[in-house]
């Protein structure tokens, strides 16, 4: 296409302006355009923010202004440098789009002023680019995850263009290493284009970058390794630099119409090799080159702020001004603050402004998925605990159909486990998404479908953020213990929820729903290593109104939390359930009132009459529900006249008060179904501290005795497991008889035999290498 | 060198032996060598084990020791794909390594049917490589993390090779992606050196995996690019395999050599291209090619247990022992069992078998650090709370000391933020090692130095486990709320940890020495998305033998802490603590004597004269310590007559009862501290429900009232944040009010000036942008 001097001279200008603007973010709290004389007080107090990253940002946005317009792009933005938050506020305004959501940060000298003084302010916005940003769907907080965004973003957006910047800082990260193969998943006619731009400003905090300090063939090798073509440009002169960029822009976005024009007509062509840009620029360009004697610009030591003493010291303050002028504002900024036309036209229009583009507000977009009735897919009910059933296996028929009747709104992301964790039935309509070699061998692999499965829970967690935050749906099935992994991952998404829960601008976008199985109580292949179910615990320190935890019993109930799961918004739920053959215990219908209310009495396992009981034996997940079942069996058999009540729980967050957590439980209620003063023996599926957390504040907490999870485990059965950790049913009889007022004296026969019952269980499995069979085949007798 | 004939026979002799005892392991719990009929009963009930990977394991081994002899090297093994434990287990009972450690385990048929029956059975051993696996150093369960502990064992073990075997499996994961650059912190001179193998067998649990699926050329640039020199090993057939891998590993380790050989003499030479092996070859090698008319061998169907049904199906059990035939156990192991004496000859001997190596038994080498008197950088102690301090600072100086005593043993990892967490007084006597270019404006920057910074803190992680578990110290300071990344990390090398104190044979090792700072209350710069203090709810989930966490709440304190950690062995520790300037509130004999107690009343800030208070104001953390402390002024100059007892507490653990953490105060010096029904208002560091957790067990629980961080923030003030999460010194006052009996009526005045001085605040930072003087500025008064 070529680029004329005319054009590079208003890129220039436009690059100016938002260097200004950013510059004047950083340090101004007043005297936006320097128009009169700089003042200690028109200075922050305290300087906060990152100056090294954000004229590359600055630079790479105008380019793509360019190329949104000349081709009409459906482009979004992701910073990885999000610290360069800056320059996302300062193109926000520069484009009107900023003004328009905030409406006192106008687009002239006012405004101008407001946008300064706000950032890295008390009552003001976040250094960071941040879910205040418009435009942005990432966060520029923890490093690791813009290219995992990005690919998210594109998938089944086929007209969309994810540019993606990544910082050479941020490339050093395992989360980003591992992103690069996202090519392998990305298919040319159903999904859009990522053009990653690795931006090679050389430095971190205080040290050099890796990708900037090895020998350029090796940097062009490594890319193309992985399936890219890298166009590299790299320069210090604004005026070859704005040529090159754009050549390099026209060559990255040829290449792509090139591949999906090929892809998009019958006959697939080869696997594409898609283009990336390797950005070569001097950190902090065009700031202070030198500043007391040592040199700023091109090193680490402009990565926050050059001039750190500009309050206090003259000089500091004399260059701030210098640097500011340098970019000549007055031929940007009119009269009354606004660009000057020349700039105010430069840039796409409407929702083709990138800080406007619906993609990157994606509740915008969401559109509800079409969801088949689950009770349909119910387990038939043949009595209370008789009859057995792997939950997640059913569930896959559910998923299948969710797919089936959302071809293009939904995805199922997991490391390589969805047949291993028996969700297998989605294949029926699916397929994997593969876009590298394909064998005849192979089963299930295309170009095309709605399970993504890679062995990188970063990836997984990555690419279905991107997929949700641009306004689409999805389930991420993992290993309980290895969802660990993406705790960081976690924590920033439901931080990026809770804030945007405030921001009325930003529309709902679907909950984040993690399915964990192959838990704890069920590592019969693998043992210590994969036993933690602690990520309960992560997830509960986060705010209350984003997180939803669930642990359903059996099958009939997993489907009904799903359903409810999938509708939700703006949450994030973790549903906690099984893959191996267990007992069914409630009827579909039952199911579905059982989890409307998330906690209740099994009135059919209990031998209280619908009275007070002495003992009540609560349970959470589908291991503990087991044993507190069997449990109150030894007991009906044991003590004909004690008054037991079992109570399962479904919905965490119903065990904390009201006050905590919007589905807390009133007090009344709770009492209702614990008692106030009776024996509570919960048997948890996670570690049992997590339960006295949500449950400290209730009355009857001095009587609330928890088993589970105790980090005892290895490769053995799966009563073994829970004799480990004192979970199974002798113990739990033994702690009935323990706390029960008066029950030890009378029943010292019967503690013995648990106690015996436990000893002949371990000598068995010893022997035999497996439960023993009225262990293994124990149905619920009544 | 070169291999003949009739040593390639040799190999594959003792490739089969380890095959055959590998499925064995999987399959047998008698009849160990098929002399007689194989019944169902001789097979395990459940088949527990990962076959796809073992062969492949087995093969790299053989080969392994045959340049180990030939060229008398010191070599450990990581297998990556430890899943594949019948691998390491059966090579070491052929070097003999395992019945020396496992007596019962004799290398005899008894010792063999033993070494069947035990793995992945009750009672026995887990399905993975271990702790319990002699020669090991790296957990076969969670994936990632094998070349990253790789360079952690050649750090300062110039003579060490480290042969690491990475599936293309894990190859997909962050953390194994970005470990691919620790060649750029390798010192050719001091350092020893990394082989990686990557194993290309092509599949995961049940997909292709992506390096095997992509044309060679770009998986030859991959690692070219990441300055490899790759050597492929490629086919299926036995005989040309053991060839061209004998060829190339005598390429490996020639190149090696000269690598060493060159750095090793005066001039460094060029950075290094290292070797590295990928081999292809079929997963399930060897074993049965088709099961039940689907192909098995070469594809993700060998992945666990070929032949599923050996004990119901007569068919596969006929298989079975055909299989195992086919390695012709009778040419391998003599009439009692023991392997032929040819065999018994192949391997190295004494400590240069890899299963005896003592490097993978680090405690063996453990030496001491030699720790200078951490007195001496203590601050000079002007009066409580009336001089600041860096605290991190005061601790680089010391941490100097330690790295100039102990040249070869100790080193400090973060990723990137050393200079950043305040601890540059290292940078007197050491540099960051850094082998990539170097440019004259770098600084400290060396091949050699001890402090290692890469922006992924999965390598510092991995790294300093890997140093650590070959017997040397160190130490990894990292931002708070980023420490999250490597949870899962830090909840592998806890289970190690806790596994390895139950086996007599693996000797201590130091401590995992974690230093969080740039903490949750002093994120000016970045805001909400670097607030998180929850790792340590994380830790608190690991078993209490393994773990402490330390809240040192000034300088002194903190020395004291470091110091301690420094000496302890087997535990992970984490030490939280502040870069910024903060009140040093301890003479350093009063520090050695506080962290000692590990908790304690602070009686120059309280007011109770020694005898019962009326309420007890608790603090854990440098800023709650710091609110606490104003809140005790305010009380005491409204409140005179009230009588308020501040305590601190440094050691989290000393919370909890004693019967659940060795820490743990017992129940009466418990309540000799916060009473036992008075008030307790308690300020903490990180999320207020972990000090419930911990406490929920003590009798004045019901009084205890906690306030920590609530994922309230966002870049603001430094008080501005402690007011928005309710830890602020005026709502501390406004918590003793509230719960002192009778207080409320009489005060309503002063709650109201509490309330008062907030919105004071609030306005002072909203117009000016920093806190008001009298808060920044507070110094204990007294």
Redesign the interface.
């Known amino acids: 296409m070529g680029i004329g001097q005319d054009e590079i001279d208003l890129i220039d200008a436009y690059w100016r302006a938002a260097n200004y603007l950013s510059v004047g973010q950083i340090y101004l ?1 007043d005297n936006p355009l320097l128009r009169e004389e700089l003042r200690p007080e028109q200075i ?3 300087l ?3 100056w090294g990253t954000t004229p590359g940002l600055n630079f790479c946005y105008a380019h793509l202004n360019r190329v949104i317009k000349a081709r009409d792009l459906d482009m979004i933005y992701i910073m990885g440098p999000g ?1 360069g938050g800056p320059a996302a506020v300062a193109n926000a305004w520069l484009e009107g789009g900023y003004g328009e959501i905030y409406r006192d940060v106008s687009r002239d000298e006012e405004g101008m002023r407001r946008l300064f003084r706000q950032f ?9 680019v ?1 879910p205040e940003t418009p435009g942005s769907i990432h ?6 995850y813009s290219l995992s965004h990005a690919f998210g973003a594109a998938f089944d957006n086929p007209d969309l263009v994810v540019a993606c910047i990544i910082g050479d ?2 490339a ?10 996202g090519n ?1 998943f990305l298919d040319p006619e159903h999904d859009g284009a990522v053009l990653p731009i690795l931006h090679l400003n050389g430095y ?7 990708t900037a ?2 020998p350029e063939d ?10 890219y073509h890298p166009i590299m440009v790299s320069g210090d002169d604004p005026v070859y630099m704005h040529g090159r960029m754009a050549e390099a822009l026209d060559e990255a976005l040829d290449r792509i119409s090139d591949i999906q024009r090929s892809a998009r007509v019958p006959g697939a062509g080869p696997r594409p090799t898609w283009p990336m840009i390797i950005l070569r620029s001097p950190k902090g360009w065009t700031g202070p080159k030198e500043v007391d004697g040592v ?1 700023i610009e ?2 680490w030591r402009s990565h ?1 702020v050059p001039l750190s003493q500009v309050r206090a010291n003259d000089e500091h303050r004399r260059m701030l001004k210098e640097w500011m002028l340098s970019y000549r504002p007055e031929e940007l900024f009119d009269e009354n603050g606004e660009p000057v036309p020349e700039l105010r036209d430069l840039p796409p229009v409407g929702p083709r402004r990138m800080s406007a583009n619906p993609h990157a507000n994606g509740g915008l977009l969401l559109r509800d998925l079409r969801l088949p009735d689950f009770r349909r897919y119910g387990v038939e009910f043949q009595g209370h605990g008789v009859h057995t059933s792997e939950a997640t296996r059913v569930l896959g028929h559910f998923l299948r159909d969710v797919i089936r009747h959302n071809p293009d709104n939904f995805r199922l992301v997991g490391p ?5 964790n028996r969700l297998a039935a989605v294949y029926e309509v699916t397929d ?1 998404v ?1 876009d ?4 005849p ?2 089963e299930h ?1 295309a170009r095309r479908g709605r399970v993504m ?7 997984c967690q990555g690419w279905l953020e991107g997929y949700l935050l641009t306004g689409r749906h999805g389930l991420f099935s993992c290993y309980e ?2 969802v ?2 993406v ?2 991952m976690f ?2 998404h439901a ?1 990026w929820l ?2 945007t829960r405030g921001l009325a601008w930003r529309r709902p976008i679907a909950s984040f729903n993690y399915l964990l199985t192959s838990h704890v109580w069920r590592q ?7 036993q ?1 179910p ?1 990520f309960l ?2 997830v509960l ?3 209350s109104e984003v997180v939803r935890v669930y642990l359903p019993p059996d099958a009939n109930t997993l489907l009904s939390v799903a359903d409810h799961c999938l509708r939700s918004k703006d949450y994030v739920n973790v549903v906690v359930a099984g893959k191996q053959p267990a007992l069914d215990y409630l009827s579909v219908e039952e199911a579905v009132w059982h989890c409307t209310r998330g906690i209740g009495i099994w009135e059919w396992a209990s031998t209280d009459g619908g009275g007070e009981p002495d003992v009540v034996l609560a349970c959470a997940g589908d291991v503990p529900t087991l044993e507190t079942l069997a449990a109150a069996d030894l007991l009906r058999r044991s003590f004909p006249e004690l008054r037991v009540r079992v109570v399962n729980v479904v919905d965490l967050m119903r065990l904390q008060p009201e006050s905590e957590h919007p589905h807390g439980l009133p007090d009344a209620e709770y009492e209702a179904l614990f008692t106030s003063d009776k024996p509570v023996i919960f048997a948890f599926h996670g ?1 049992p ?2 339960v ?2 949500l449950a ?1 504040r209730r009355r009857n ?1 001095p009587h609330l005795h928890v088993r589970g999870y105790k ?1 005892e485990g ?4 799966p009563f ?1 497991m829970v004799m480990l950790n004192d979970l199974d049913r002798f113990h739990l009889v033994i702690d009935v008889i323990d706390r029960v007022p008066g029950l030890a004296e009378k029943a010292a026969h019967i503690r013995q035999r648990m106690v015996d019952e436990r000893l002949r269980h371990r000598a068995h ?2 022997e ?3 439960d023993p069979a009225d262990i293994r085949d124990w149905v619920w007798p009544y």
């Open positions: 709290l922050k107090p305290r906060l923010g990152h610290h890295s302010f008390p009552g003001g916005i976040p250094s960071h941040a966060e520029g907080g923890e490093l690791g800082g941020e050093e990260t395992g989360a980003l290493a591992g992103s690069w193969d392998k971190k905090i205080a040290n050099p970058t890796i300090r090895i090796q940097l062009l090798k490594r890319f193309e390794g992985h399936g040199r091109g090193t926050q390589d486990e969805t047949a291993s994997k593969w590298a070699q394909i064998l061998v192979d692999l499965e890679v062995l990188s829970e970063h990836l213990a290895f660990h992994i705790d960081s924590n920033q931080k809770k804030v019969d292949h693998n043992g210590f290593t994969h933690d602690g615990d992560v320190n986060k705010p570690y501290w997590l006295h957390r400290y907490h980090e290895t490769t053995t059965t073994d499995t010893r035999h290498g497996e």
